[in-house]
């Protein structure tokens, strides 16, 4: 019995081996017969193409951090006077440029390459004075000269500016309303002086300084449409070079406000005083006013070279402004830019291939116009601060809180919301952007002759009074504008 039930057991083990033996035989035939150095080969394929995946990724990513890094280091080269030249293309120089474009067509290009050097010169002078002194253009002129002559001065630039800066916010607010016509334009310009004023405000001036750096690249849009536009190249370069003048008022208007919204009563000072405010970022003096720098020959010539890119760049929107409304507006027969739905026709081309051209225009208009008005605002009514905290002796400064410089934040308040309550006078927005460049041309005269003098005070400056290239130029401007704001006054009384 016990042999028989050996036997079963044996036979039951043998079956198992048999089935395990199968299994075996299917799953081997259901997987590929690989040997050992193919294996290694299809692993060593997979681990290459997870290397060169992460290579790549990598890459991208380097590309991405020094395109960034690279961005951020140019806008690190920066200083005042890129900030000055891209808040001269403030709304006001838009609508004056685009008037110049559409009235006389490429007629007052030849002006670009003439402003510029005295453009430059002008504000290096300032830039000077206030790096060198540690101060403030007003606050200068009442060491140099008795409060009658500063007061005066401060009070004209109160006036322009404000004007400048109620001009301004009301094409901010109209531009707005061709994109979202149902808003209203009392509850839109409100909310621009209101963010305006937090951000002069609240925001730390190293971080309210690279706010103002990046508004500068709205002003690209009508580089672009420039390139889009062309036009006769002959007939452009030509008129570059070669002056048009007229003998009619129209033309001398708009002479006068081409140099006024170029070479503005705001940028002086403004300059000036961002340059004095470098000064205290670099802790060489405690706050502005208060003591003498120490500057070196090298300093100097970083801030001519960034005044004089600065300008450059002013003055490359400007070209761009004019060449672009004169091939779509004038070329058209539109002279007059009443509103500022037609000043956006002129960046129609731009985008005159995509659907709904016109509002995708309008678009880009509004917001190169919100974009320089955020910049402009704010360097128009600090540039009224510097000047009256100068004027009286009070602290000033955007690198200090309100509570440190109440008189200098409130004096920026007080014009910005003033500004805003000549929008709800029955005038024109882009007429009275215009109107504002005229006065800023008028007002710049007597200022101008004040900073020739300061800019060549040895008392003041030492040896770094202005050389004989500077006197020139600065007196060329001097003379220029005097005689343009005379030919304007002769003009108008006829």
């Known amino acids: 019995m016990s042999d028989r039930k050996e036997e079963e057991k044996t036979a039951t083990e043998n079956e198992k081996e048999e089935d395990d033996n199968d299994k075996e035989i299917d799953s081997s035939s259901e997987e590929p017969i690989v040997d050992g150095n193919t294996k290694t080969t299809v692993e060593e394929g997979r681990v290459g193409d997870d ?12 590309i991405s951090k020094r395109s960034s890094s690279l961005l951020k280091s140019i806008f690190r080269i920066f200083g005042p006077g890129v900030i000055t030249g891209a808040s001269d293309d403030d709304p006001s120089g838009i609508a004056t440029y685009s008037q110049a474009g559409a009235q006389f067509g490429f007629g007052m290009l030849w002006m670009v390459l003439f402003l510029y050097p005295l453009m430059t010169v002008v504000q290096e002078m300032c830039a000077r004075i206030g790096l060198v002194t540690g ?6 002129l009442k060491k140099r000269h008795s409060k009658k002559i500063v007061y005066p001065i401060a009070s004209l630039l109160l006036i322009a500016n404000t004007i400048n800066i109620g001009a301004d916010i009301g094409a901010m607010s109209a531009s707005v309303r061709l994109i979202f016509p149902q808003l209203p334009f009392v509850l839109v310009s409100l909310a621009f002086v209101a963010l305006i004023l937090l951000s002069e405000i609240l925001v730390p001036y190293d971080k309210y300084v690279k706010i103002l750096k990046y508004l500068t690249l709205s002003l ?24 048009h003048i007229e003998f009619n008022a129209n033309f001398a208007m708009l002479f006068v406000a081409v140099i006024g919204t170029t070479i503005s009563p705001y940028l002086f000072f403004w300059q000036a005083s961002e340059e004095a405010e470098e000064d205290v970022a670099k802790k060489k003096i405690k706050e502005i006013g208060k003591g003498m720098p120490k500057v070196s020959k090298k300093e100097v010539k970083i801030m001519r070279a960034d005044v004089m890119l600065g300008m450059a760049f002013s003055l490359l929107i400007m070209y761009a402004i004019m060449v672009s409304t004169a091939g779509t507006l004038h070329a058209n027969g539109i002279t007059d830019i009443a509103t500022a739905d037609q000043a956006a026709k002129a960046l129609e081309p731009l985008v005159k291939s995509f659907p709904n051209a016109g509002e995708i225009a309008e678009t880009i208009f509004a917001l190169g116009i919100i974009g320089t008005g955020l910049l402009a605002v704010p360097v128009l009514a600090g540039s009224c601060g510097y000047a009256l905290s100068d004027a009286f002796g009070w602290r000033q400064g955007l690198n200090r809180k309100f509570g440190q410089a109440k008189h200098f934040y409130l004096i920026i308040v007080a014009s910005t919301i003033i500004g805003l309550w000549i929008n709800f006078t029955n005038i024109d927005p882009i007429k009275a952007l215009i109107y504002t460049a005229v006065i800023n041309g008028i007002v710049s005269v007597p200022m101008l002759f004040t900073i020739m003098g300061i800019a060549n005070d040895k008392k003041i400056l030492g040896d770094m009074t202005n050389k004989r290239l500077s006197n020139v130029l600065g007196w060329i401007a001097f003379i220029i504008m005097s005689i343009s704001v005379f030919i304007l006054f002769v003009t108008w009384a006829k």
């Open 220 to 243: 690209f849009a009508y580089v672009a449409t420039t390139i889009i536009v062309g036009g006769n190249l002959q007939q452009i370069l030509v008129s570059t070079i070669l002056p």
């Open 135 to 140: 101060s403030g253009l007003a606050g200068v």
């Open 51 to 62: 290397i060169e995946e992460s290579q790549a990724e990598e890459h991208a990513e380097k």
